[in-house]
Structures are given as structure tokens and as C-alpha cells.
């Protein structure tokens, strides 16, 4: 295998237009079972060992999508409404209390003020955020804030995530990390964020790194799993295509730029070389796995270059939760701001939008 090549998808042209896919649309599709999961585990390490990325492609397509222009109006709306449902709302602070979570459960499940809904006749379509994501000392608060809400889970709009193991260091032992993992699961936990181990790539092939993930996919069980690659301790383009591939053969639901906390998170260049293993990994395998960005985005035009990207490089059918996640914090705020600003023509201050 050569150099990646970098013609554009065929998928589309930019957001010129409103989203072709109901809000709601995304609904999880849960062949949960071990056994479905191993028929796309297959893949030949040394094929991959041998792939090589042309970096200044690779710079040269980020600088060009970039460039491209943003919808406005309502369009903007349209797309910033679809940015809200896939973003996983996100508390990972050491001092996270019952409270804390509980007001971030009300907020996925209400996640733009009721009047400014109303006023764009989308009050009536159950727009939520994607997940809750918390550390797995919260999962069992999330899970009884969103039942006490009638928000039962399972559910395909608003589901409780959890992140293992102390990112971004993946530093404690794996068993530790497992059994946090088991007892995330146990209290309730959807979805699982797991860190790759730091010494790959820089002392495994990739062997190791596949074999670690699996463990991780045996105990997650029905659980979608998000393998965080953290792409600034990779170091080059190349070994982020060869992370992302093995992420996805050893079982990965979704694969996941970094943590938020590392000092380089989710750029637009390597966005494009996850992509473009995503859509390998497809084409060799008929599986779509998700991608998801975190660190760093926190405007709303930041996030339709995002959506932006995705649809140019996988295509309509990843702009939806169960393939697509924006991992923030702040986002959700600026992008209340600017469908407030659509509605009523100003910008609000931030204490007349409630808290997230």
C-alpha cells in the first residue's frame, strides 16, 4: 500500500444547503452481540505497517476545506441544530459532584431554550444532545438524573457515556483500567471512552495495541466503545492512520482524536487522516465506524467546518449521532448564542442562557 491518496469524497459540496436527515434521525443500532462484533475484526498489521501519508496532501486538503464558505441564515440554524445533537456533553473535572451532573443531564435533555425553539418550529422534534460523558465515579448519578427525567436508557438521543482510566495518561494498570470499565458498565454506562497505551507507536508494531483494545471490546460488552488515539503524542500523519486502523480492526464503534486535556487535541489536518481511514476501513470491510473530535471546538463555526468536513470526506450518512460526535464542553453555549442571535436579531448574554 502507497501513499494516501486525497481526492475528495464524492459525498457532497460544503453546507449549502439544510440537512437532508430529520434532527431525530441517528437511532442506535445495537448488533451488540460478540460474535456479529468479530466479522469485522480482521485486518493484516503488516499491510498496514507498510502505509505511508503524504503530509503536505494531507495539509494542503485541511487548508482547502477550511477555506470553504459557511451556510448562513437559516441554513446556520438548520446545521447549528445539527451540531446540538451530536455533541456529547461533557464534565470531567475533578471536583464533579451529584449536583453538577444533574444539571448537565437537564441541559442534554433541554439543550436550547424552549422559546427560541418555538419561534423556529422545532420544539416538537425532541432536539437533546447526543450523550452525557462522564468519569466513571458519576455514571450512576448521570443514569438517575436522566431516569428521573423519564429518559429511560437505553435511548438514541441522550445516553450516559463514560471516559476510563484517568485520561489522558493510560498509565495505571490495565486490569485496573478493565474493572473500571466493568463497573462503568454495571452502573449503567451506554457508551465507553478508553485510552490507547503511550507506548505505542514507539515500541509496538501494532500487536500490543490491538491486543489491549480487544480486552477493553470483551468487557465493554453491548457498550459502544471510543478509542482515544491522542493524536498529538502519535507524531506524524502516518502513525495516526496506522492507530486508527488498528483502533477499528480490534473492534472500536468509534475513534476519537484525543482527550480534550492533551496540549495538541482535534486539528482539521488530522481529521482528514482519520477520515480517510475511516472510509478505507469501510470499503474494505462494509462496517461504519464513528468519528469523533474533542479539544479545542468551541464555536459554533468551528463546529459547521466540522460537519462540514464530514460530509465532504464520509459522506451524509456519518452526520448523525451514531457515526458523528463533537466531544466539548463549551460549544453548546455559542451555538445557543448564535440560534438566539437567528431568532431575536441580538446576541444574549451568557447568564440569560441557562447553564450548561
Known sequence: ??????????????????????????????????????????GDLEVIS???????????????LQAQKIPRKQFQTAWLLKAVTCIDLTTLSGDDTPSNVHR?????????????????????KGVTTAAVCVYPSRVADAVKSLKAANCSLPVPQVGSCSV???????QTPLETRLQEVRLAVRDGATEIDIVISRLWPSQDSGEAMYDEIRQFREVCGDAHMKTI?????????????????????????????????????????????MARAIR?????????????????????????????????????????????????????????????????GRYAAYQELPLA
Not at 476510563?164 to 493510560?170: E, G, K, Q
Open 50 to 64: 507498510r502505509v505511508r501519508v503524504n503530509t503536505q496532501a494531507v495539509q494542503k486538503r485541511a487548508q482547502h
Open 280 to 344: 478505507d476501513y469501510f470499503l474494505r470491510t462494509g462496517h461504519k465506524v464513528g468519528f469523533k473530535p474533542a479539544g479545542g471546538i468551541r464555536t459554533a463555526q468551528e463546529s459547521l467546518l466540522w460537519l462540514m468536513l464530514i460530509k465532504e470526506e464520509l459522506g451524509g450518512d456519518w452526520l448523525r449521532p451514531h457515526l458523528f460526535r463533537f466531544g466539548a464542553s463549551s460549544l453548546l453555549a455559542d451555538i445557543e448564542r448564535q440560534i438566539s442571535h437567528q431568532v431575536t
Open 164 to 170: 476510563s482510566h484517568r485520561v489522558p495518561v493510560a
Open 104 to 124: 448537565l443531564c437537564m441541559k442534554a435533555i433541554q439543550p436550547i431554550r424552549a422559546d427560541l425553539l418555538e419561534e423556529i418550529h422545532m420544539h416538537d
Open 229 to 273: 488515539l491522542a493524536v498529538g503524542e502519535l507524531g506524524t500523519f502516518t502513525n495516526v492512520y496506522k492507530a486508527s486502523m488498528v483502533a477499528m480492526m480490534a473492534g472500536s464503534d468509534f475513534i476519537k482524536t484525543s482527550t480534550g486535556k492533551e496540549s495538541v487535541n482535534a486539528t482539521y489536518p488530522v481529521a482528514v487522516v
Open 1 to 42: 500500500m502507497g501513499d494516501i491518496k486525497l481526492q475528495p469524497a464524492e459525498s457532497g459540496h460544503g453546507l449549502d444547503e439544510s440537512p437532508h436527515q430529520d434532527i431525530q434521525q441517528g437511532q442506535w443500532s445495537r448488533a451488540g452481540s460478540l460474535e456479529k462484533r468479530e466479522q469485522r475484526l480482521t
